[in-house]
């Protein structure tokens, strides 16, 4: 439901109730193409072939995270912190479009048909096109985004180790695929946000909401964002489009989307991106679903039998180990698999191979959380708190995978 009159925009969300759009900028930036494509862009890949509830998208995470900026904001202002009209709007476009830039099932593309551009990178491209056709209004969000302007806190806000972003995803992940474990409180973090020096930090009577959310973030990180089958299924999607740009490169015609033809066609990397942001504006999941249906039937087996592995969710096997699988392994099961249909070595190793992926609750390189004493101390929320497992979430935790066809064993 969205009703629209001469102050503000009201949008019914399933998470917060009612969020409330300000005309101006923000109106017209949610308008704009470049952000309505979100719509289109799911905000967990293909995460709804473990937990079917997941369909929601980067655009209704955008506005979730559009929401609480403003009641942080709020929070801020009323505890005395002075921030300024055109610094309250700067952090809430900046919060607005931080993931523009994601591709076609989020990560699967930059690891894939496109070389070496960041999501992040590619947001801040759609940023500085924005501002020239909004005449500069957003001068002041690419400052902040970028962690150019002075006043730290603005950025913390936007990205840290406790902002909105991560504030918005994890309680809307939880809701949306069940995992209550998830579910974080953030009334009550922003409730205890503050500011001291220009960076952020939140109160002591706080400490232990900040432990629920880094605890709930490592849990949601293994059960949901790193679920076995989640992680084979985007190894499938990106070994899709890297055999599809593969074929393109050999100059094997394939079915799609103009948009999506293009990038198959072209390599295109950080260096000339921005000069084809218009023909990324046009990709969306829908482009990638679409073909993926065609590809099914291309004569090639490789392109096809991965795209059948999706479609019709006829996933690869996937075990998780502690230490690296044998290399010996992998070299038998690409061999059975090379009888077996009569492909090349480096044609089975689009369907077996191994990798590592890694958890860490709470990392130092990313700033920390800093934690107001009531004598005034600022200390680092690990040793404010007296949660014995809290030191271990600074610790990284690394495991190995192995996928394969079930046909092969």
């Given at each position: 439901?969205?009703?629209?009159?001469?102050?503000?925009?009201?949008?019914?969300?399933?998470?917060?109730?009612?969020?409330?759009?300000?005309?101006?900028?923000?109106?017209?930036?949610?308008?704009?193409?470049?952000?309505?494509?979100?719509?289109?862009?799911?905000?967990?890949?293909?995460?709804?072939?473990?937990?079917?509830?997941?369909?929601?998208?980067?655009?209704?995470?955008?506005?979730?995270?559009?929401?609480?900026?403003?009641?942080?904001?709020?929070?801020?202002?009323?505890?005395?912190?002075?921030?300024?009209?055109?610094?309250?709007?700067?952090?809430?476009?900046?919060?607005?479009?931080?993931?523009?830039?994601?591709?076609?099932?989020?990560?699967?593309?930059?690891?894939?048909?496109?070389?070496?551009?960041?999501?992040?990178?590619?947001?801040?491209?759609?940023?500085?096109?924005?501002?020239?056709?909004?005449?500069?209004?957003?001068?002041?969000?690419?400052?902040?985004?970028?962690?150019?302007?002075?006043?730290?806190?603005?950025?913390?806000?936007?990205?840290?180790?406790?902002?909105?972003?991560?504030?918005?995803?994890?309680?809307?992940?939880?809701?949306?695929?069940?995992?209550?474990?998830?579910?974080?409180?953030?009334?009550?973090?922003?409730?205890?946000?503050?500011?001291?020096?220009?960076?952020?930090?939140?109160?002591?009577?706080?400490?232990?909401?900040?432990?629920?959310?880094?605890?709930?973030?490592?849990?949601?990180?293994?059960?949901?964002?790193?679920?076995?089958?989640?992680?084979?299924?985007?190894?499938?999607?990106?070994r899709v489009l890297s055999r599809a740009k593969e074929l393109s490169e050999q100059d094997i015609v394939l079915s799609g989307t103009k948009a999506l033809r293009f990038f198959l066609n072209h390599k295109v990397g950080k260096d000339d991106f921005k000069n084809h942001l218009e023909i990324f504006a046009q990709l969306d999941d829908y482009d990638i679903v679409s073909a993926m249906k065609e590809w099914c039937t291309h004569e090639?087996?490789?392109?096809?039998?991965?795209?059948?592995?999706?479609?019709?969710?006829?996933?690869?096997?996937?075990?998780?180990?502690?230490?690296?699988?044998?290399?010996?392994?992998?070299?038998?099961?690409?061999?059975?698999?090379?009888?077996?249909?009569?492909?090349?070595?480096?044609?089975?190793?689009?369907?077996?191979?191994?990798?590592?992926?890694?958890?860490?609750?709470?990392?130092?390189?990313?700033?920390?959380?800093?934690?107001?004493?009531?004598?005034?101390?600022?200390?680092?929320?690990?040793?404010?708190?007296?949660?014995?497992?809290?030191?271990?979430?600074?610790?990284?935790?690394?495991?190995?995978?192995?996928?394969?066809?079930?046909?092969?064993?």
């Amino acid at each position: 439901m969205t009703t629209h009159n001469s102050k503000v925009t009201i949008i019914n969300d399933p998470i917060y109730g009612f969020i409330t759009i300000p005309n101006g900028v923000i109106f017209e930036l949610i308008q704009h193409p470049y952000f309505q494509r979100l719509r289109r862009i799911s905000q967990m890949g293909l995460s709804y072939l473990v937990y079917p509830g997941a369909h929601h998208t980067r655009f209704q995470h955008a506005l979730g995270c559009l929401h609480i900026m403003q009641k942080a904001m709020e929070t801020l202002i009323n505890k005395g912190v002075t921030i300024s009209i055109a610094e309250k709007e700067g952090v809430l476009i900046a919060i607005l479009l931080h993931d523009i830039g994601h591709g076609p099932f989020s990560h699967a593309m930059e690891q894939s048909i496109v070389e070496g551009v960041h999501h992040e990178e590619i947001s801040l491209a759609f940023m500085h096109h924005l501002n020239t056709e909004f005449n500069g209004s957003l001068t002041l969000a690419i400052e902040i985004f970028k962690g150019d302007y002075p006043r730290k806190f603005l950025n913390q806000l936007v990205s840290g180790q406790l902002d909105m972003d991560r504030t918005d995803y994890l309680k809307r992940d939880s809701f949306y695929t069940g995992m209550a474990e998830g579910n974080i409180n953030t009334d009550r973090i922003i409730a205890m946000l503050n500011v001291r020096d220009d960076e952020l930090v939140i109160e002591e009577k706080g400490v232990y909401t900040v432990e629920k959310f880094l605890v709930a973030r490592r849990l949601m990180y293994w059960q949901v964002y790193l679920h076995k089958t989640g992680v084979v299924a985007e190894q499938l999607i990106i070994r899709v489009l890297s055999r599809a740009k593969e074929l393109s490169e050999q100059d094997i015609v394939l079915s799609g989307t103009k948009a999506l033809r293009f990038f198959l066609n072209h390599k295109v990397g950080k260096d000339d991106f921005k000069n084809h942001l218009e023909i990324f504006a046009q990709l969306d999941d829908y482009d990638i679903v679409s073909a993926m249906k065609e590809w099914c039937t291309h004569e090639d087996f490789v392109l096809s039998e991965l795209c059948k592995c999706i479609v019709n969710r006829s996933l690869l096997k996937v075990e998780i180990g502690k230490k690296a699988f044998a290399k010996a392994k992998l070299e038998k099961y690409k061999t059975k698999l090379m009888g077996r249909y009569g492909i090349t070595k480096h044609e089975a190793s689009y369907f077996v191979f191994d990798g590592t992926i890694s958890n860490q609750g709470y990392s130092y390189k990313q700033g920390s959380i800093k934690i107001e004493m009531s004598n005034g101390e600022i200390v680092d929320v690990v040793k404010a708190s007296d949660h014995l497992s809290l030191e271990s979430l600074t610790k990284e935790v690394v495991k190995n995978y192995i996928c394969y066809p079930k046909s092969i064993i």
